[in-house]
């Protein structure tokens, strides 16, 4: 559905730099990011705002680069709404209808059956600034689908709601994208709606493509520490190889051999990536059980996440962290100066050689 070929940008000291990404039709494709790293500006490339300086932005297999946003049958809705403020509820959603020369009756029709589908008939004559975000945002994609787009790009649409409103406005979108099977593309730095909606992701730092794939390859097998980092891998250790039986690795870090699963031969340098929800912490001198890695350690801080609790061990000098409930660390004890063991399998450690993007 979408492709983009080599796409190389720059708005002013900011670049986009050989970005190369596929958008299949039909999928709910997240751009992730910090930001600042240019996610906004892939979007605008898509509806017509921009053009590459070099590459090519190619939709339904067609290059578009001299394709105008009207003719890209394409929606965008940005994190403000950019509603119009001086137009009634009624009259914003029909103004695309009304730019399309559509007759009077059918934009009545068509736009009294989308208020009712986004559960706003009765907002029709009220007027955007009256309104909370979250009538705001279900007016404001009102107001691109009834257009009857075959792309819909979603520019931070939930960053202004309230924590119930944007749950609730995550179901929205999910039931809208399975009903409708639009293609979605949507930019954020949430990893929580990532997590909840995305079918594939593009993670994009400083304006480089880092990792593309599938929410699972994203969240749990990143590519290398930057992007562990921003998808929330709370522990990335770097080491070097000093064993390999047959792929099964152990990996030195400052003193502390880990063992874990992978392709790198003795001697190489390696990077490290678990979850502390892949953690067990357990009295002192606990067994490993079936798992491999059991470490001795102190409790060095205790941060609360209601209802978790994240806890940093010290190992032999090096930080680890477990993420555990908030019963779990109450029920041990746990207070900065507890011993604990510390407990995790091989194959919960996602391992690349430095310097790998594969």
């Known amino acids: 559905m979408i492709e983009f070929e080599h796409v190389s940008l ?13 958008v299949k039709e039909g999928d709910y494709y997240f751009i992730l990011g910090p930001s600042g790293a240019g996610k906004t500006i892939l979007l605008e490339a898509i509806a017509g705002l921009h053009r590459p300086e070099s590459g090519r932005v190619m939709v339904r297999g067609e290059d578009v680069g001299a394709t105008p946003p009207e003719k890209r049958r394409v929606s965008l809705v940005y994190q403000d709404y950019s509603l119009f403020p001086h137009m009634t ?4 959603v029909a103004f695309g209808l009304k730019m399309q020369k559509m007759p009077k009756p059918e934009i009545r029709k068509e736009v009294d059956a989308i208020l009712e589908r986004f559960g706003i008939s009765h907002l029709r004559d009220r007027h955007p600034l009256t309104m909370s975000g979250g009538e705001q945002q279900r007016v404001a994609l009102a107001r691109s689908l009834v257009v009857k787009p075959e792309i819909l790009l979603l520019d931070e649409p939930l960053s202004a709601l309230d924590p ?5 406005f995550i179901c929205d979108l999910r039931k809208l994208h399975e009903e409708q099977h639009l293609t979605i593309v949507q930019v954020s730095h949430s990893r929580e709606e990532a997590l909840a909606l995305a079918g594939h992701i593009a993670v994009i730092i400083d304006g480089h493509l880092e990792q593309e794939g599938t929410a699972e390859d994203v969240f749990h097998r990143p590519v290398n520490p930057p992007v562990a ?13 000093v064993t390999n039986d047959n792929d099964l690795l152990g990996v030195d870090i400052g003193g502390l051999t880990v063992s874990c699963v992978g392709e790198i031969a003795v001697g190489e ?3 490290l990536y678990f979850r502390g929800s892949e953690i067990t912490l357990a009295p002192p001198e606990t067994a490993a059980g079936s798992a491999r890695n059991t470490f001795s350690g102190t409790v060095v801080d205790i941060f609360p996440m209601i209802p978790l609790v994240r806890v940093r061990i010290a190992c032999n000098g090096v930080a680890i962290y477990a993420v555990i409930t908030s019963r779990s660390a109450t029920d041990m004890g746990l207070v900065v100066g507890s011993e ?10 996602h391992t690349t050689a430095c310097g790998s993007d594969l």
């Open 10 to 22: 720059s708005l002013g000291a900011f670049s986009l730099k050989e970005i190369s990404l596929r």
């Open 89 to 92: 509820v009624y009259q914003n």
């Open 164 to 168: 119930l409103t944007r749950e609730r």
């Open 229 to 241: 980092r921003f998808v929330g891998v709370e522990n990335i250790l770097h080491g070097r190889v």
């Open 269 to 271: 340098e390696a990077d």
């Open 340 to 349: 604990v063991s510390v407990i995790f399998k091989a194959s919960s450690v």
